[in-house]
Structures are given as C-alpha cells and as structure tokens.
C-alpha cells in the first residue's frame, strides 16, 4: 500500500510563474490536507479537502493561492504569479473519513524555490 | 486562541541518556494530541495520538503522556538513529485542522 505521493518533490519557478504541486493520497483515504513549512518553523495550515469539495481554506492566501480535489486524479495544489516569499516545504497529508482525532499521514513533501 | 508550544527547541543526549520533550497546548476542546517525527527532507512520520488527560502511549524507546495542558514524549536510552525532529500538534473539537508547534530538534550523539 503505498503512501501519500507528492510531486515533485523539487520544483523551481521564477517570479510571476504558476507552480502546480500534486499530491496522491493513500489508498483508501478520502481527506487531503495542505500544509506550508518554512525552514526552522512548524507546519501551518492551509486547506483541508474532500472529494470535489474544498471543507476549510482559512489557511490559505485569498489570492494566488488555489486547491482542488476532484473525483479522479490527485488534489492539486495551485500558486500563481509566485513571488520570493513562496519559497517553502508543501506537505500533503492524507487521512481516511474523519473521525475522532483521525491520524494524518503526510507525503514527503514538494520543495518550492522562487528564483 | 489555539496554540502549542514545544520545549526545548534542541537538545542534545548522549546516547543511553533518558529524557523528555515537552508540549504545552491551549485549545477550545481537544479533539486529539498528535505526535510525529521529522527526518531532514522528509514529510513528518505520525507516532501517537493521545485522546485525553491520563493516557499514555508506547513505542519502542518512546512514551508519550498527556495531561489537561501539556503532553511529554520520553525517551528512554536514546540511539544516534533517534536523532530528528520531533513534533507535536492539536486538533480541537471546533475544527479538523492541526495546530503545530516549532518542534524540538533532537541529537543523539554516539
């Protein structure tokens, strides 16, 4: 069974173009969410999705910033006209239907360089 | 407001050195305490969930507890291989985010 798949896993963009991150969760599991990590900080929120629905984007920047989860294919996560400061870690996790303190399990990360 | 604070930020044991991580958490109604670990360039890797006050979960040198605001990971005869970073996050009963702490930076050294 493998795990929650995210790629790239490296991905540079110069300013002002688009970057698009996919995530892939484990088998099973219908919950995505995203999360930033900038170097020496902890993870932060951004969006939590079902199945075609977005559930919570209070995380997340109103502009630029877009997530998707449609009924087939990988949840997707979407930044456009990037500028320095999205430079950062994005982590995926995924979990099956929610339930009281439902674990997450994350994916290995893609790594956002802005040049 | 929701938050967590973990402390120390590092430290350092020599390996066979017994000790405890700590996390302070304030949140409206916990839905559930996590810990995870953190290897460098790699996506966190999930260890325990705590429910509530009293419970306590084991894991080969691992043991996590947790009382009404705070939870402890200790760490009993440390390995190099032990080394990461370790973190913890709360989820409340209002919503399904997790709010994470900083993270503590373990080192074991041989």
């Known amino acids: 069974n493998a795990g929650v798949m995210q790629n790239p896993r490296h991905l540079v963009r110069r300013r002002g173009q688009e970057a698009r991150l996919r995530c892939s969760p484990m088998?099973?599991?219908?919950?995505v969410y995203w999360y930033r990590q900038l170097p020496e900080e902890g993870l932060k929120f951004m969006v939590y999705?079902?199945?075609?629905?977005?559930?919570?984007e209070s995380g997340m920047p109103k502009e630029r910033f877009s997530a998707e989860f449609p009924k087939e294919g990988p949840s997707i996560l979407r930044i456009q006209q990037v500028v320095r400061g999205d430079s950062a870690a994005y982590f995926c996790?995924?979990?099956?239907?929610?339930?009281?303190?439902?674990?997450?399990?994350f994916g290995q990360g893609t790594r956002l360089t802005v040049v | 407001e929701d938050q967590v604070t973990q402390s120390p930020e590092a430290l350092r044991l020599q390996e066979g050195e017994s000790s405890s991580l700590n996390c302070s958490y304030t949140v409206s109604g916990l839905r559930g305490l996590f810990w995870y670990r953190q290897d460098p360039g790699k996506g966190p890797e999930f260890l325990f969930t705590l429910y509530s006050a009293g419970e306590e979960k084991e894991k080969e040198r691992l043991k996590a507890t947790l009382t009404k605001k705070e939870s402890f990971l200790h760490i009993t005869a440390p390995k190099p291989e032990d080394s990461a970073t370790y973190l913890c996050?709360?989820?409340?009963?209002?919503?399904?985010?997790?709010?994470w702490g900083a993270g503590t930076k373990l080192i074991i050294k041989p």
């Open positions: 088998k099973g599991h219908s919950h």
């Open positions: 996050a709360v989820q409340a009963d209002s919503n399904y985010q997790l709010i």
């Open positions: 996790a995924s979990s099956p239907p929610a339930r009281r303190g439902t674990e997450a399990f």
């Open positions: 999705l079902q199945k075609e629905n977005i559930i919570d």
